[in-house]
């Protein structure tokens, strides 16, 4: 594969990455890869502030989200009656409003949604427009733009699919009205919240987003730096949109003032997109067939199909610890033993090379095979565990699982970022797990007001950048995740839900943002809870380790001298980093439900 710019994708810090994940000696990084790499996985937004929290318990009823607000708009629908699907679209709303640097009208979602043991997944993935092309993401020397710059502008925006997949999955199992659920963002929008510290850190260390002068507007001052913590910020054009699409339903983003506008802001931008009316018209969530697998025997993990990754990735890492013999101590003085953690990443490590492989959206390409459950296989898995040694491998590739229908060349590492997580069960046995997206932090950096002229607004998303921007590779052989016209971007994305084998019993859902650090985080909190035995909290709480294919990332500060030591001499490259996960888990306990939020955010849980 032909080298690219150190500018491209995130500039030193991809360059550094992709040098590590050659396979390079034992020892500490450079201090320029050290910083590059920080910078680079910062997933996949900088931290703001570590709040303790307490894990909290309930009979009957949960809802966990990111931000306080969101979580007691859900917790009011599930008192009202609402159904668990119900409470999630009521949080998705509020933090259109609160959150707006992670997700909204303006992006995607996808959502496990369980009710008793029938699963379903629902896809409200962004779609590439009519207009998109493959070489879009390349400069005039064929080379991969600046990631900043790619990110930036009307090019980068892909059909937003949220409302529409909400809306869809609605009329299935939706018990309250559909305009019910909007009421309590409406209501904060119109009356105002008060400004969180978190956003307020994101703000001040934005600068692209204060080139809308919508957005420079509506989150800056007259002195150009964001309204201090704890101002009260009304959203008029956020309430009115929102009121749009309460009264008319997701019509009301596809067509009429809301869609021009939309379309509007994408083409008129300095760097303008394709994005048609016709393309918001055409636009339609899918249900797709979740993959549910089972896991140590007791467990069945259900998670979203391609064009998710995350649990392919997440159940091939964890099939294949099942194949390794089990550390003695995987926990030791409350960290992860660096045993353990050679074993785990180099099972991630495996994982992440058949992630870049195969993995697109499945109308585009075909799972090796014909079945994306071949890459779970236990004889596939067996036989890549098998070169999994006692010291870090220098290099890996993909597998073969089972035939294959065509070949594709790997796709570059590139920065992926974005996203929120709801978790919610109501008392009528239903539950669900959505994580929600715009891409990069503010997205494309578009404030869209639905036509409206108020002050305010929503923001776009940026995911055409979560496709490859190299379309194929120096012998001309495709990336399966190339952009093409109607494709969805490959995702991280991992909302999973977690059932007993023997009975069916709901046991948890969880999910986390964090770009392809998702699949880490969520896997941790997996292991954590169930095999290791901590409670939600404590397994939310634990610090956060990661690979994304190449060097051993862990979590700034978290982990003693020794585990690092003891990593590098196994011949890992480590590095500590930010990892800003944003976990929300909620478990099944004797007497009923125990939720966990991630202390390295806002959220809580709240239930009956």
């Not at 859900?74 to 997700?103: C, H, N």
């Not at 559909?178 to 956003?199: D, N, Q, T, V």
């Not at 692209?208 to 009260?232: E, K, N, S």
């Not at 896991?295 to 199909?305: D, H, K, N, T």
Request: aromatic residues 6%; hydrophobic residues 45%; glycine residues 12%.
């Amino acid at each position: 594969m032909r080298r690219r710019r150190p500018a491209a994708w995130a500039g030193a810090a991809l360059a550094a990455l992709l040098a590590a994940c050659a396979g390079t000696p034992a020892g500490p990084p450079s201090t320029h890869a050290a910083d590059d790499l920080a910078a680079l996985a910062a997933q996949p937004e900088s931290g703001s502030a570590w709040t303790p929290k307490p894990g909290w318990s309930s009979q009957h009823t949960m809802v966990a989200a990111a931000n306080p607000l969101a979580t007691e708009a859900g917790y009011g629908i599930l008192r009202a009656g609402g159904s668990a699907l119900d409470a999630a679209i009521a949080v998705q709303m509020v933090l259109a409003l609160v959150e707006p640097q992670s997700s909204g009208l303006g992006g995607g979602a996808l959502l496990m949604h369980a009710e008793g043991a029938r699963v379903e997944a629902w896809d409200g993935r962004e779609t590439a427009p009519a207009g998109a092309d493959p070489r879009m993401l390349l400069g005039a020397d064929g080379q991969p733009l600046p990631y900043a710059e790619a990110t930036y502008g009307g090019r980068a925006v892909a059909i937003p699919g949220v409302v529409p997949m909400l809306e869809a999955a609605h009329r299935r199992h939706g018990v309250l009205p559909w305009a019910r659920l909007f009421e309590p963002a409406i209501a904060l929008a119109e009356g105002g919240f008060a400004l969180g510290p978190r956003l307020h850190t994101l703000l001040e260390g934005e600068t692209r987003l204060r080139r809308d002068p919508g957005a420079l507007a509506y989150f800056y001052g007259p002195d150009g730096r964001p309204w201090p913590v704890g101002t009260r910020l009304k959203n008029p054009a956020l309430a009115a949109v929102l009121r749009a699409v309460a009264a008319r339903g997701s019509v009301a983003m596809a067509s009429g003032p809301i869609a021009e506008d939309l379309v509007a802001r994408v083409r008129g931008h300095a760097v303008p997109g394709s994005l048609t009316l016709a393309d918001l018209a055409a636009y339609r969530p899918r249900l797709r067939e979740p993959l549910c697998t089972d896991w140590l025997a007791v467990y069945r993990v259900c998670g979203f199909p391609p064009p998710s990754s995350g649990h392919l990735a997440i159940m091939q890492t964890l099939g294949l610890l099942e194949h390794l013999p089990p550390a003695a101590a995987p926990l030791q003085d409350g960290v992860p033993s660096a045993a353990w953690l050679h074993t785990y990443i180099e099972a991630a490590r495996l994982a992440f090379a058949d992630r870049a492989q195969y993995v697109a959206d499945p109308d585009f390409v075909t799972a090796p095979g014909g079945d994306w459950a071949s890459l779970l296989a236990p004889a596939y898995l067996a036989q890549r565990a098998a070169l999994i040694g006692p010291q870090a491998a220098k290099a890996v590739a993909a597998g073969v699982p089972a035939p294959l229908a065509a070949a594709y060349a790997p796709m570059p590492d590139q920065p992926e970022h974005g996203t929120s997580h709801i978790s919610v069960v109501d008392g009528q046995g239903r539950a669900v797990a959505m994580t929600t997206t715009i891409e990069a932090g503010f997205g494309a950096r578009i404030l869209a007001d639905g036509g409206t002229g108020l002050r305010g607004g929503y923001l776009l998303n940026n995911e055409m950048t979560d496709f490859s921007a190299e379309p194929a590779d120096a012998q001309g052989r495709p990336v399966a995740n190339r952009i093409e016209p109607g494709k969805r971007p490959r995702s991280s994305m991992s909302p999973t839900l977690v059932f007993d084998r023997r009975d069916g019993r709901l046991l948890m859902t969880l999910g986390s943002p964090g770009g392809p650090v998702i699949i880490h985080f969520t896997a941790k909190t997996l292991i954590g809870t169930l095999p290791w035995g901590l409670d939600a909290q404590r397994a939310i709480d634990l610090p956060n380790f990661a690979t994304l294919g190449g060097p051993v990332l862990l979590e700034a500060g978290r982990f003693p001298p020794a585990v690092i030591e003891a990593l590098r001499g196994r011949g890992h490259r480590v590095v500590e980093v930010g990892l800003t996960s944003g976990l929300q888990a909620i478990q099944r306990t004797p007497t009923g439900w125990f939720g966990g939020a991630d202390p390295r955010r806002e959220g809580i849980v709240r239930g009956d």
